[in-house]
């Protein structure tokens, strides 16, 4: 019934852009927080940036703050993140996520529903 398909991924040079998009089905993002993880070859899966529709809030981990940006189209039911200035060390696949909660959640575990992920690769 769920299912949340991640796109946008791709292969591109340090410095340039790209927008992963999330679209949901068989929920609505409306009451849901929905988060952005990213999980590198060797190393363990990591938070990126989250949203919450009832909280209204956003939230991004320390290396991309102000190059990454969560927003959300409600009539599409989907999530983007737009990612700038891109840099080796954000190649990973990049996944989306969703929990029936109030506030941003930051750990893998605290989500229910996944997406298959989308991978990104940033060459120097």
């Known amino acids: 019934q769920v299912q949340l398909v991640e796109s946008g991924g791709g292969l591109v040079q340090a410095g340039d852009s790209l927008r992963l998009s999330c679209a949901a089905s068989?929920?609505?993002?409306?009451?849901?927080?929905v988060g952005w993880f990213r999980q590198a070859p060797g190393k363990e899966r990591e938070f990126v940036a989250g949203?919450?529709?009832?909280?209204?809030?956003?939230y991004y981990r320390d290396s991309v703050k102000g190059r990454f940006t969560f927003s959300r189209d409600r009539a599409k039911n989907t999530v983007y993140l737009q990612m700038n200035n891109l840099k080796p060390e954000d190649t990973a696949v990049y996944y989306c996520?969703?929990?029936?909660?109030?506030?941003?959640?930051?750990?893998?575990?605290?989500?229910?529903?996944w997406g298959q992920g989308t991978q990104v690769t940033v060459s120097s």
């Open positions: 068989g929920l609505s993002f409306s009451r849901y927080t």
């Open positions: 949203i919450s529709w009832i909280g209204d809030s956003t």
């Open positions: 996520a969703a929990q029936l909660s109030g506030r941003i959640l930051t750990g893998g575990s605290d989500y229910g529903y």
